[in-house]
């Protein structure tokens, strides 16, 4: 009977509930596994007792990443960790958008801001400021060019904390179509989802947003999927990745990544109930290796 630990956190006012961890846990149960949703951060795991530790909704890493990453480190070198530590520890850091861009994955056009940095802004068009370290649109903002001076306290404020920011276009084209979520799993896709605008004109930095809004059921078009592909074959060392979101939108040309998403991206199997089989024999499969 193989051993998996589906790893979440603690509950607490800026995390959202995880509605597939249950849903999961009683499938791999029913599968024959011993499973169990574990925090990251509690004390006493012995994760090396864990045939397969799968990341599933830590989703208070990003405001502890030094800690986070971390654990992830030190669970890597005692049992197989999904994803694997070295994929957690670059993609928790947005500048892999970059990293993309060089590979001739279309991206979102980003530019990064270190603390310490200057703060210089578009001076035309709407943008969008957020953490280069950051989920659930956290610290994340819109802003219209008459803004500056909000614009520039909000990446202050991320500074001070030891963030890196983030800015970008606003790109009109998720007002349209949305934004869609190609998710992969066992090197497969899974399903797909479109939802709509999370930033809001005006809603401050520090509100706390609805993350997947008008969420709904999606069939992605061949370029879609083209692109999806193309970042994944990017991700650096072509590791086997167990899970995998790409969030596209519409920009200059056809789809852009606007992240990639290979540390706890949500699966959404509340809308995709039908796609519980393939995710635990995907885990039971990794777990028996």
Not at 256 to 285: G, I, K
Request: glycine residues 8%; hydrophobic residues 45%.
């Amino acid at each position: 009977m193989p051993r998996i630990a589906l790893v979440t956190c603690r509950p607490g006012p800026e995390v959202s509930a995880d509605r597939d961890l249950p849903v999961l846990v009683a499938a791999l149960t029913q599968a024959g596994a011993d499973a169990q949703a574990v925090e990251w951060d509690r004390d006493g795991v012995d994760w090396g007792g864990f045939d397969l530790v799968v990341i599933r909704s830590t989703w208070d890493y990003s405001w502890r990443a030094a800690e986070f990453l971390e654990w992830v480190t030190a669970c890597g070198k005692v049992t197989r960790l999904a994803n694997p530590a070295e994929v957690v520890r670059w993609n928790a850091d947005k500048r892999y958008l970059a990293e993309l861009a060089t590979a001739g994955v279309p991206v979102v056009p980003t530019r990064y801001v270190a603390p310490g940095e200057a703060v210089e802004l578009p001076s035309d068009g709407e943008f969008v400021v957020k953490p280069a370290s950051g989920a659930g649109a956290r610290f994340a903002a819109r802003y219209t060019p008459g803004r500056h001076d909000v614009a520039v306290r909000h990446v202050r404020r991320m500074h001070a904390e030891g963030l890196t920011a983030m800015v970008q276009p606003y790109v009109e084209g998720i007002d349209v179509s949305g934004e869609r979520a190609l998710q992969y799993f066992g090197g497969r896709l899974l399903h797909a989802s479109r939802k709509g605008a999370v930033l809001a004109r005006g809603t401050a930095y520090d509100e706390r947003k609805t993350a997947h809004p008008g969420l709904e059921v999606w069939v992605p078009t061949r370029q879609e999927l083209a692109v999806a592909e193309r970042a994944l074959g990017a991700v650096p060392g072509a590791p086997e990745l167990l899970y995998a979101r790409v969030d596209l939108v519409d920009g200059q040309g056809g789809p852009r990544v606007m992240e990639l998403e290979l540390v706890e991206p949500n699966l959404f199997l509340s809308l995709h109930a039908a796609s519980v089989p393939r995710v635990v024999q995907a885990v039971l499969a990794a777990a028996g290796r």
